[in-house]
Structures are given as C-alpha cells and as structure tokens.
C-alpha cells in the first residue's frame, strides 16, 4: 500500500516545483543554444550544474516528506 | 560479425545488471515465502532470456513485500547479505541465505565485545559475552533485558518479554516499538566494509597511477587514459577557476571528496555483491563529508573572512547585527544543503530502481517485464550520470566556498 498522507501530497508539490525550475532552465538553454550554436558546450554544463541545484531543493521536500 | 557479437554482450551485461536487484532478499523467514523466492532466483540465473524467466508462479499466498525490499537495500545491515536460494528440507522448501556476516563491535558496561554477526543466525539467537547479551532485531543491535528480550512500547506502558516471545511479537507487530538500551555499536556494517574497499581501491588506483606518471610522463594506458583526463578536467575547470593560486593546497582534500563519492555512487549502483552497498546514499556518510567540507572552510578562513561574516561592510550599521546571523546560518546551511543533496539524490535513485523492477513481482504478469526492464536500464543509465553529476556538484560547491573564505580582499 502507498502512503495516503499529506507527506505524499507534499512530496509531489516538491517534484512540481522541480519539474517547473528545471523547465525553466531548459529552455532558456535552449534559446541560449539557439542564439549562439558554438557555446554550446558551456550553456550545457552551466545548464546541468544548475538542474543539479534545483534538483536539490526539490529533494530536500522529498526527505521531509520521508522523515513525516 | 564481430560487431554483432559485442552488441549482444554488451546487451546482456546491461540487462543482469537490471534484473538480479530483484534477487536481494532483507529478512530471511524460513517458512513459505517459497514461491516469491524461487521466482527470483531463478531470475537471477537466467542472463540472457530476463523476461521470459519471469514465469508467473500460481497464485501466491502472501503478498510481495515491496518496501520490506527497499528499506533493507537503503539501510545499513550487519550481515552482507548476497542472495537466498530454496532447498528442500524435510518435505518443505526452505530458504538459505547466502551472506557474509561481517564483525560486531560493541561497548556496553564497560565491556568492548568483539564477535562475528554470524552468531545472530539472522535474528534468531541472543550472543552473550561476560555479562552483556546482545539482540539482533530491525538491524539494530540491543542490550537484552533482565527477562533475556525485548521491551516493547505501547504508547505509555512497556512491556518486557522473554526472548523467543519478544521475537514472535516482532514478527507478528512489524512496527513495535523497541525500547530496550542500546550498547555503543563500532560494528564494521556493510557501509562500513564497502566504504573500506573503496578506499583500498582508491589507494591502489591512485597510487599506482602517480608512480606511472612519474615514470612515464608520455600518452597513459588503459585505466589512467580513463581517469587522468577526469582528473585534469575537475582541476583545470573547476578548482582552479575558484581557486587559483591555492589549488595546490585543497586539491588532495577536493579530489579525494570527487572519487570518494563517484566510487562509491557506482558501487551503489552494481547490483550484486562487492557492490550493492548503499554508502552515499545514508545520511551519516554524507554528514561526515559535509563535515569534513564545514572544517576545511572555517578553519582556512581568513581574516576577511570572519569580518564579512560577523560585521560586513558597506552596510548600514543597523543591518550589521541582521546579517550577522543570517551569515552565521548561512555558514550552518550550506554544507547541510551539501549533505542533504546528496543523500537524497541517491537514495532517491536506487528507491526508483527497485521500484521498477519490483512491478514485475507485483503485478505478476510476463507483460509487465518488458516495460520494467526497459524502464530499469533507462533508469539506470540516468543514475550513472546522477553519479557522476553529484560528485562533481559536491566538489565544485566545496571548491567555491573554500574560496570564499580564503579569497583575498583588497579594499
């Protein structure tokens, strides 16, 4: 059985959050790749090193929900 | 030809690597779990058909058990365990677990008592030294109370029992709470044997690969062609951009944090056993590291250091006192952020893994196989690169805020 709490609920709040920041990110990489074909290599890293980031709050909401 | 025949290998490889996760079993209960075991063993046997041994057994009695499952591979255990296999015995199909008991080492009343976590049986027996009996129960160590048990909590009340009664109630009341004492446990666990090997490994790797560079200083072979370019890239374009001329003095501090944790996030990800030893993803481990980053920072933090962060200028004076704390929070959050993304990243990942594998024992259908493995191998492929993205994030994050601390100000 899953967990019918509000900590799932809260939890699922957190990955929106994620799925909106890291949309965000992509596509302004995106347009940022479009601008410019040669940087692409950095607007790449740039763009993982900051999904990573996000990723990481959104986790944070995860691991409260975890813990409740 | 020969291009066909790597193709398929490398397939295979791929696809044991997904299924045989499946195979690892958490408690070892020697009644009927029968069914589900064979299943999975014989999962584990088959490399090259995956899918087609996932033969639906009749229907199964008890229900497959998927957070039992999980729990037991992201916790720490005193028993590496490594597969279960039925046999027959006295009419009855048993279940044996294969695994290496690793060394117990607990302080109690004074006592430090050494032994091999193989005299538990898994649970079943207490182990008295001198005057401490011990009791293995939920992977925890317990001093035994006077009655020889376990204590359990009912909301206020406690309630004492004998040893063979205190275990039949944890197997009847899964979530009981336990309130005996427990002894001071320096036990090598499973983290703690994986994190020993890794450091074996690292030490050879490392080592060997300095004595070839200085030796010859030409084009590397093999596995330094692969871990030197790594190596350079994390110095040249992510310590020493942040650093600059004090790369040298953090750089062993920053590039055994990197390979620490990209060893050990890899060996988390192989299902069986040397791997399989959920390290970085438990909460201690990455505590420490973020620790270790904490010290690093504040104890090379320089005089500009501490007077931006307790009184910084170019502010209105009434701000100062505001900032101070928010800076001194700051200094506590940020490897707490370190340590939690971590953890969570790649706990996360291995809890998906298991997961998508373990729908194939809970819905029970062959159809199911496909779509799991498929997901499984995608899934995976994702967890490596997490490995090594979480690596490099923790060491450029380290990286930066050393060099906040130890960067020089000229006003």
């Known amino acids: ?68 | 030809m020969k291009k066909y025949v790597w193709f398929l290998l490398s397939l295979c490889v791929l696809l044991t690597f997904a299924i045989p996760v499946c195979a690892q079993e958490t408690e070892t209960q020697p009644q009927d779990t029968a069914k589900q075991i064979e299943e999975s063993s014989e999962i584990a046997q088959n490399i090259a058909e995956p899918t087609e041994a996932a033969q639906p057994e009749a229907a199964k009695e008890e229900k497959f058990d998927v957070t039992s499952l999980i729990m037991g591979h992201i916790k720490d255990s005193h028993v590496w365990h490594i597969l279960d296999y039925t046999k027959e015995e006295n009419g009855q199909e048993v279940e044996v677990p294969v695994a290496v008991p690793l060394p117990v080492i607990v302080f109690a009343n004074g006592h430090l008592d050494f032994f091999m976590s193989g005299a538990f049986h898994h649970g079943h027996e207490a182990v008295t030294k001198g005057d401490n009996t011990y009791i293995l129960a939920n992977d925890k160590i317990y001093l035994a109370n006077d009655k020889g048990g376990l204590t359990f909590q009912n909301g206020e009340a406690t309630e004492a029992m004998e040893f063979h009664e205190s275990l039949e109630y944890l197997e009847a009341n899964a979530e009981a709470e336990i309130a005996n004492e427990k002894p001071l446990d320096f036990s090598i666990t499973k983290n703690v044997a994986s994190m020993i090997l890794v450091s074996i490994i690292l030490l050879i790797v490392f080592i060997s690969f300095a004595k070839a560079y200085k030796k010859n200083p030409g084009r590397p072979k093999g596995l330094q062609a692969v871990l030197e370019p790594v190596f350079l890239y994390v110095r040249d374009d992510v310590i020493y951009p942040n650093l600059g001329e004090k790369t040298d003095k953090f750089l062993p501090y920053l590039m055994t944090v990197f390979f620490f944790i990209l060893f050990n996030n890899i060996l988390g990800l192989i299902p069986f056993f040397p791997g399989n030893a959920n390290v970085t993803g438990n909460i201690a481990v990455t505590m420490v590291l973020a620790i270790f980053t904490f010290l690093m920072i504040n104890l090379n933090g320089n005089k500009d250091y501490w007077h931006h962060t307790f009184w910084m200028p170019g502010v209105p004076v009434f701000v100062k006192p505001i900032l101070a704390v928010v800076e001194l929070m700051g200094i506590i959050v940020k490897p707490v952020a370190l340590m939690i993304r971590l953890f969570a990243n790649i706990s996360a990942g291995h809890i998906i893994i298991l997961s998508l594998v373990s729908l194939i024992f809970i819905f029970q259908t062959i159809a199911v196989a496909p779509v799991s493995v498929i997901f499984v191998l995608f899934m995976d492929c994702l967890e490596m690169l997490v490995a090594f993205l979480q690596a490099y994030i923790f060491t450029m994050l380290s990286a930066v805020f050393i060099s906040l601390a130890v960067a020089e100000h000229k006003h």
């Open chain 1, 1 to 68: 059985m899953g967990i019918t709490t509000i900590a799932s609920i809260g939890a699922g709040l957190a990955v929106l959050g994620a799925g909106l920041g890291i949309g965000k990110i992509g596509s302004a990489a995106m347009d940022a790749i479009a601008r410019q074909p040669e940087a692409a290599g950095k607007v790449q890293t740039a763009m993982i090193i900051a999904a990573a980031l996000v990723e990481g709050v959104a986790l944070f909401g995860v691991v409260v929900a975890l813990i409740a």
